[in-house]
């Protein structure tokens, strides 16, 4: 059993795996991560602040996908900052 801790809400869970959303974030954390998503397949070569001023979501919370491993490097470079 892993304690876990919501990026979003900031709630103390428990699952049996590692997660980042608890239940009742999830849809909201899948909305950001579409958002970004089409938003990097429009615009490929786009670094964290742009992405944030955009999209109206922290850069902070972009990096973080990126730490999660659902966003990845696939040409070019991203710049954090």
Same mark, same amino acid.
């Given at each position: 059993?892993?304690?876990? %801790?919501?990026?979003?809400?900031? =709630?103390?869970?428990? &699952?049996?795996?590692? $997660?980042?959303?608890?239940?009742?974030?999830?849809?909201?954390?899948?909305?950001?991560?579409?958002? %970004?998503?089409?938003?990097?397949? =429009?615009?490929?070569? &786009?670094?964290?602040? $742009?992405?944030?001023?955009?999209?109206?979501?922290?850069?902070?919370?972009?990096?973080?996908?990126?730490?999660?491993?659902?966003?990845?490097?696939?040409?070019?470079?991203?710049?954090?900052?």
């Amino acid at each position: 059993m892993y304690t876990n %801790i919501c990026k979003h809400c900031r =709630k103390v869970f428990k &699952s049996r795996v590692k $997660q980042y959303t608890c239940g009742a974030c999830e849809n909201t954390d899948n909305l950001f991560f579409d958002a %970004i998503y089409d938003y990097l397949k =429009k615009y490929p070569n &786009s670094n964290a602040i $742009q992405i944030s001023e955009a999209l109206g979501i922290s850069s902070y919370e972009v990096i973080q996908y990126m730490s999660e491993g659902r966003l990845s490097v696939s040409r070019g470079r991203f710049e954090k900052l």
